[in-house]
């Protein structure tokens, strides 16, 4: 499903690494940011509370134009359960956009369901942990999917 054509400033510089958490619940954020802090993972992370505001991220629309602010992200992590649009739209709609297709996407969810990780990488996901994140989870995705190794202090 095409969500529109990509902004005009594609693609991001590659020495632009950051982190895009797509996440509704403000507990899991904080979680997340704490165990970011406790690992030296000193990568910038951006949140966008929901589906749809993921979407206006990664598409640099709105308040997301300006990519120096807001850069395309290095991996984003992807809750399923959230309102407007859930994390299975937002896979679906991220793959028909020319220079987001190719983000690594790590589902983080609440969910062990065995089905929830088959959709998740049918639609296209290099990863499916279940909260709550580890520093060493985040450290393996960074380096292992993403190539990341610069990211510790």
């Known amino acids: 499903m095409k969500s529109g054509p990509a902004p005009a400033n594609f693609p991001v510089s590659t020495e632009t690494k950051s982190i895009?958490?797509?996440?509704?619940?403000?507990?899991?954020?904080?979680?997340?940011?704490?165990?970011?802090?406790?690992?030296?993972?000193?990568?910038?992370?951006h949140v966008a509370g929901h589906g749809a505001e993921a979407l206006d991220y990664l598409t640099g629309k709105g308040k997301y134009a300006n990519r120096t602010e807001y850069p395309l992200p290095s991996v984003i992590f992807l809750d399923l359960k959230m309102p407007y649009l859930d994390g299975f739209e937002v896979l679906k709609r991220m793959r028909g956009i020319p220079g987001v297709d190719q983000i690594p996407v790590i589902v983080l969810t609440s969910s062990p369901e065995q089905r929830d990780r088959e959709t998740a990488e049918l639609l296209g996901a290099r990863g499916f942990r279940v909260k709550p994140p580890t520093g060493d989870m985040i450290g393996e995705v960074l380096q292992s999917v993403c190539g990341l190794s610069d990211f510790c202090a």
């Open 20 to 45: 895009l958490l797509v996440e509704d619940n403000e507990d899991d954020v904080f979680i997340m940011r704490r165990v970011m802090q406790k690992a030296r993972i000193n990568l910038p992370l």
